[in-house]
């Protein structure tokens, strides 16, 4: 059993999630370190702001620099200097976004850096990631655009299953665990057979792929439900891509786990700052002469020693400071709200704790643009 459940109220829950880098209290948020970096920040700035695990990018990864020079290098934990547990996706959504030409085999597509052909097969997946050393792997799946036929939706469902059968018997590694992914688009019957039929082949916990692709919340909240019911207890369920305050809430209110978005840290970088009182930017005059933190109730490293005018100062003239420290406060803010979240799970007020951020930030945005 890799996850025990410490805590339920609802059908929310808090645990304690065990890998071969150390446990993650759950509900977690994995930071993305793409290219084997979480833009801005390094293995200690990690450590610093909290994070509990980290998710990279296999894609990227065995394009450059190659999973074989990752491995030659003791691994990813080595290679980029991070201590905890660390979650490799397969690659699938990143090759789906590339007009791949997609087979029974599997998927070819030519290469981000340097136009060359590549092909990625389930068996290559398990193999990259296996090389890449992760705590956990993913199951290659097929993705299909939403909105779509269903009967395409059912077939890149249909074709992710078998697939997922063959990434389990190309598993080499008995020290890294392996999640299945569903499919399935906004259609609940065809969400509710992939969950159920993922489950049936015994994964070490489940992701729910094709979701945060456009769909609406009511969609997401529905997909999630039907695959949370038919999903194991004791295994760890993952919405992939998911990031954002509203969307997260939603998601543990109806069972899920774990969490990964490249939301806080792209957002930073655009200058919006998360707090629990709204997001906003940075770059308004009104925080010129601000003397204040971003957060003054947030205990982040940039919160502690810089004022909002500084870090505008900063944005304003493209300093890479700026950039950095805003990345510190946002992911300290993200990894904040999963404690908030495990807390008021632990005490049972885990609904009340949801309409109240909500409100609060609803009613923070507004006051900001008044200001
Ligand atoms: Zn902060």
Known sequence: MTLEIEARDGMARSGVFRTAHGTVATPAFMPV?????????????????????????????????????VRDLGGLHDFMNWRGPILTDSGGYQVFSLDAGVSEIGVTFRSTYDGSRVELTPERAIAVQEDLGSDI????????????????????????????????????????????????????SLRSESAARTAELGFDGYAVGGLSVGESDAERDRAIEVVVGELPEDRVRYTMGLGDTEGMLHAVARGIDLFDCVLPTRLARHGKVLTPDGDYSIRRAAHTRSSIPLDPSCACRTCTSYSRGYLRHLYQTGEPTGLRLLTMHNVTYTLNLMSWMRNAIMEGHFERFMASTIERRVSGVSRESLA
């Open 137 to 188: 792997a993913v199951t290659l799946d097929v993705l299909v655009g939403l909105p779509a036929a269903r009967s395409v939706v059912e077939a890149a469902m249909q074709r992710t299953l078998r697939w997922a059968a063959r990434s389990m018997k190309a598993r080499r590694r008995g020290d890294q665990q392996l999640f299945g992914i569903i499919q399935g688009g906004t259609d609940p």
């Open 33 to 69: 370190g793409t290219r084997g970096s979480v833009k801005m920040l390094d293995g200690d700035d990690l450590e610093r702001v909290g994070a509990q695990m980290v998710l990279s990018n296999t894609y990227h990864l065995m394009l450059r620099p190659g999973s074989d020079v």
